[in-house]
């Protein structure tokens, strides 16, 4: 069987167009039955954790999971146009980047179900470099998917503390 991130050549924005479609009636049709808070509650925590999953494979899969692997390895989702970014600083302890146009953002809207593709796609990209690399933070404060003109992503290496001494390294 493949992993999920085999499942990346399939392309992302197109998977997440599948995904979308089956998910958006069901999570409806659950909302409607069960309170659509406490659904999309059990739908982000589902999602975060397929994410860390995901990242921890991507890890796995590239052998390392440094900042500079992780920076290579975020084609999938920018292929055929679908990201447009600009990066804005990037070293081995740094990647600073906008994403200045969103397929997935649009995507969403035009299915009408921006809210499930905030938790479909926006939400899941701190979890996913947890998994990859929990020394890894992202730190997000605006997502086109929200309505910003740009999402800002900065990650960045977090101090690695010595276990036995309780200092930085």
Known sequence: MSSDVELN???????????A??????????????GHEQVLEVARKTIA????QQGKELAEGLKRNDLEAYSKAIEPW???????????DQNDRTLNFDVT????????RNL???ELGSILSCER?????????????????QTIMRG????????????RTNQNTGGTM
């Open 49 to 52: 954790s397929i994410a860390r």
């Open 125 to 141: 990209d701190a979890a996913f470099v947890e998994g990859f690399n929990p020394s890894i933070a992202l730190q997000r404060t």
């Open 9 to 19: 050549d399939v392309g992302v924005l197109k998977r997440r167009e599948i995904e």
């Open 78 to 88: 920018s292929h055929s146009g679908a990201l447009q970014l600009r990066i804005l």
């Open 112 to 114: 009408g179900i921006e």
């Open 148 to 159: 910003a003109p740009h999402c800002d992503f900065r990650y960045h290496d977090l101090p």
């Open 101 to 108: 146009a969103c397929q997935y953002a649009d995507l969403y």
């Open 21 to 34: 479609r089956i998910l958006a009636p069901l999570l409806k049709a659950l909302g409607d039955e069960f």
